[in-house]
Each structure stands twice: as C-alpha cells, then as structure tokens.
C-alpha cells in the first residue's frame, strides 16, 4: 500500500470534492481485516505507477473484506468514471442518495458528480473489484476524451460513450466475460513487478471495457438525452450549493458560477430561472440564509461567524437578508428557537 494516506481531494476551478480517505483501509489492512492490492496514480491508495504507465488509472485493485467489517467507505466522488464489481459476498451501496443491497455479480458504475458510498456505514463481506478511469470531465455535458491505450475501435468507443452518458442507473450485472477480465486485472495488479505485466493489464483493461460495453447496451432499456445536457450540468451545481457548506462559502458570483459550469452567463442563469424560478444570487442567498438558520437553531456560535462561514460579507448585509427572508433578525431567532426548545422540554418534564 502506497504513502498517500492524507484525506484526498480534486478541485474542480472553485468546487472541492472529496476522495474517499485511505484512513479507514489502512487500519483494516494493519489488522489484517482485508486483503487490499491496487495501483495507483495520484492520491489514492496503493502502490505508485509511473504516470507515463497507464495515464488516467486513477486507481485499480481489490478488496478481500473478509467476515463483516466495522468500517466503510465514506461518502465521496472520484476523478473518473468509478466501475465496481463485486465477486463474492454482499455490500450494500449508497448512490445519489439511494441505497442498494449488492450481491454477488453485481456491477456498479458511478460518474465523477454521483456521490456515493459503500457500506452502511460498514462494509459488508465479500471480494470487491474496482477501476477508476479518468476520461477528463467533472460534469455531464463535458465531451469524454479516452487515455491513449484503449484500443477499442473508434466506433466502439463511441457507443461506451453514448452509453455511459445516456445512462446514471448505478447498478448492473456483470456478465462472464466481465468476471473473466476483473479475475486477469487482479492477477495483474498483484504480479506488477514481473515482466510483461503491464501489458497484459492493458490487454485485460481493454478486454474489459468492450465486455462493459456489451453488458450495458444488453441491459439498457432507456436512454435519457438529457442527462448530458447543460441543464443538467447546472442543476447538479445547485444540488451541490444546496447540500454542501463549504460551496456555499465560496465568494460566488454570477460570473464565476457560469464559468464553474462551463457557460456563459446569460445562458447559466436562463438554466437557473428555469429550475429554480430565481435568478442565481437569489438562490446563493437562499441555500446560505437556509443554512445560517440551521445553524443558528443548533449553535451557540457568534451570530457574525455563522453569517461569514455561510458566505455573507458583512453581517449587516447577512442581517437584512435574514430578516427579509425570516421577518425577524438572527438574534430574535435564535431566541425564538431557544424559546421553543426550553417549551417543548418543559411539556415533557410536565408529562412526567
């Protein structure tokens, strides 16, 4: 196992996601919970490769999670195209906020804006195989570009393109050629040192992304154009601002936002009025007002901390935002919520 232990992270321009942390393998590895081989570029776990050796490999490799564990992955995106494949045992996995119970022979393959986990919240039994691919996009209407030693033709290429965009279904079956090529991979991944290793995974890669080419146009029942348009792109970048505190302290504006999804501002905005009925800013200080006063009920933190980790200026600014949307100042409402809490417990001790 590689060095690279701190917490991971890829910048997208101004969003930061995270890497699932190596933190939680490592002790499982040292305890001798799991077996754990994988190679690796950048800050994932495993042993390092050359970056001229198979560029855009993220990661590749196995878990051996033998009997229940008492750890899981935490949630996280990656810098590619993730693609699962469970050989043995039983995991359940989180995608987009949907879980799924995974037997043996299922497939999972999630996309660098799907969140995702594994485990709930600990990893199951079983032998777990995985390939991160990166094919240099961060959102949906992005064009894919293939590291250079996929060999498909480029026709092929093209409908695993189609296929992969057309489609966020995070569960498949795998099929037996798809086993055949994970079982070669590992094999690989554990005899790296010896020569002609390297080619040999680069043959079973390629084997293995024609055999997911198959499964998947086998499987497919619908495909959804609209999952690679900018609307799209958009929308997964209000989600984000909605649900993530740190993108919501970021000093946003229309112009950076846009720029963030790869347009221009008339056009963002247009996307945004659409989805939200509120121009970008209106809906910035929505999600980091929602936020403030989420805080504000749980916190004792000082009122103008709160308003500039939130993303606010100044707390003036904050505090006339907050009372237009609230019809009371951060304080009264602090207070008011302090009051309904002192209220409610009351009630409990009376019932008592």
């Not at 992005?142 to 590291?147: C, T």
């Not at 079956?173 to 090529?181: F, G, I, N, Q, V």
């Not at 946003?252 to 999804?261: D, I, K, P």
């Amino acid at each position: 196992m590689g060095k690279r232990c701190s917490k991971p992270v890829y910048r997208d321009k101004r969003m930061t996601y995270m890497i699932d942390s190596c933190a939680p393998q490592r002790h499982a590895i040292q305890a001798g919970k799991i077996g754990y081989h994988a190679l690796t570029h950048g800050a994932y776990p495993g042993t390092p490769v050359p970056g001229n050796v198979l560029p855009g490999i993220g990661s590749i490799g196995t878990i051996d999670a033998r009997g229940e564990q008492d750890w899981g992955f935490e949630p996280h995106r990656n810098e590619g195209i993730e693609i699962v494949f469970l050989e043995t045992g039983h995991m359940t996995f989180i995608a987009d906020g949907q879980r799924h119970q995974l037997r043996a022979g299922d497939l999972t393959i999630t996309r660098p804006w799907q969140l995702h986990s594994m485990g709930d919240p600990n990893l199951g039994t079983g032998l777990l195989h995985w390939l991160i691919i990166d094919v240099g996009v961060r959102h949906p209407n992005q064009p894919w570009r293939w590291p250079s030693w996929v060999m498909l033709d480029p026709s092929d290429i093209k409908r695993l393109t189609t296929q992969l965009r057309l489609n966020e279904n995070p569960v498949w079956k795998s099929t037996p050629d798809l086993r055949h090529a994970f079982r070669e991979i590992s094999c690989c991944v554990r005899q790296v040192r010896k020569p002609g290793a390297i080619s040999r995974l680069t043959i079973h890669l390629n084997h293995l992304l024609l055999g997911l080419l198959e499964a998947l146009q086998s499987q497919s029942r619908q495909d959804y154009p609209e999952l690679i348009t900018r609307e799209r792109t958009v929308e997964l970048f209000l989600s984000e601002l909605g649900q993530t505190p740190d993108a919501l302290s970021h000093p946003w504006t229309l112009g950076s936002m846009a720029e963030h999804c790869g347009m221009k501002m008339t056009s963002f905005a247009g996307h945004c009025r659409r989805l939200t009925n509120m121009s970008p800013i209106d809906y910035l200080n929505r999600c980091r007002l929602e936020w403030a006063a989420n805080r504000l009920r749980g916190e004792t933190t000082p009122i103008t901390r709160i308003a500039l980790e939130c993303g606010f200026n100044t707390s003036q600014y904050f505090a006339t935002r907050f009372q237009q949307k609230f019809k009371m100042s951060p304080r009264a409402y602090r207070n008011s919520q302090r009051g309904r809490t002192s209220s409610g417990s009351s009630r409990r001790k009376a019932g008592r």
